[in-house]
């Protein structure tokens, strides 16, 4: 009896949200039907819903944008999302003031010292004059620490090469990469942010890798209770639990390294968390996101978000170009060719980055795979905050937007047979490399990721260090696994990560 008077009371608090929420806007976008309170999820096909996962979001985008072209829009319960499958449309939506801000994501936005008013701390998730006080900030300080200069790609080639002598340690033998990889560039950012560097079998290190890596796999889509009734759902949802604690992890960390850098202050430290704690010491306003404990907080979610940005989605890059170049091992047979002839066959004279001026086909391969694997498949929404017509589309006040970046990364109106992956379709006739504006692996607008230098600097540097080294062989009893988009029905989040595999490393010098 009690069970069934919950049940009532939570269906009255339901339609009750519903009857006295927002209206719905008007003059969407095509899209597919909706019904009151859980808006278009039964007209999802099954093969996107995911048992105990929700939707396959990537996939479902792809759906949607074949089907109802290149501006179209969903309801994901009571909340409006359209969704932009065209590059030139997105371009111009994202550069758009109206469409800077985030969305409420509550009750995920308490993991990051949120507000009863749903606003958060931060780069990534934060809105208003919050974020663009703390993005102006850390763009201006990571181009003073160097973010082009000498000493930060001393730091990154120091790092390639302890991998590549932890990695001789294993050669002739099948090994999985994914994680060796992740822990060097995670500490290659450490050392540029934190200050310290970390050995590779380091505990510290191994517990920042692996709490970045559960909380993007545990990113997705938010749930209809989530969505509907926010204090329901964080109280009786697992999920919302396991969530929390692992982001937790994340911010004990990072607190942890602020605090030793607060119990050790001096004008001779010069990495970001030390110019971060300056900054705060000049705020004494309260309404300030650098102000006091807030400025505290705002530096961990900080720190978190440009780990984030900086290291995994690089790392993740990194593996699945080793994955296309053993389903491709003539590719590989051409890098080697060109870094023989630019760069040399020295260890001690690894690639830099003077040589990637003259290193066209690396380019070609690396703009390659950033398109075939378009990690972030449609990156953090972005909210509509007054009507807004973008060329004859018009994006009402209220709704969330998201990129398709996936099928803007496989438009056969832009890209000849996208699922192959070929280099070539970035060299002019010269055979030199041309950049396209259709491959945008860190978005566009005013929001695009405020690491693409350093994560493009890393992600160049480490594989371009790790082929001069090695070459990549599949080993003799191993199946390649599958690398097509539609074959991809485990990556569901914010990332999409490679299928495993493992790789046999043979010295080339």
Known sequence: MW???????LFCAVIARFATGPKGPTRLPPGPPRVPIIGSIPFVPREFRIKGRGLHTPKLFHYLARKYGPVCHIWLGPVPTIVISDAKILREAFKSNNMSSRPIMKPFHEFRYGSQDGTQ???????????EDQRKFTIKQLKGLGLARKSMESMILYEIG??????????????DLCFKTNLSVVNALWMILVGERLSLDDQRLIRIVQSIENVLKSAQVASLLALLLPNVFKMISPRFERAKVMFEECKSLMRTAINAHIASRDDNNSDFIHVYLNEIDQHDLESSSFCGEKGLQSLEIVLIDLFIGGSETTSTSINWTILYLLHNPEVQDKIHAELDRVVGRSRDDPPNLCHNLELDYMNAVIAESMRKSTVVSSGVPHHVDEDTWIGDYFFPRGTSVMANLTYIHHDPQLWENPEEFNPDRFLGPSGHFVASPNVMPF???KRFCLGKELAEQEFYLFLSGLLHRFRFENPPDQD???ISFCHDDVNTGFLRYPPSYNVILRPRF
């Open 162 to 175: 302890q991998l590549a002598d932890l990695l001789t340690e294993e050669l002739d033998e099948p090994i």
């Open 443 to 445: 978005s566009v607008g």
């Open 480 to 482: 390649l696994p599958n």
């Open 3 to 9: 069970v069934l008077l919950a049940l009532l009371v």
């Open 121 to 131: 701390r931060g780069l990534v998730l934060s809105s208003g004059k919050e974020w």
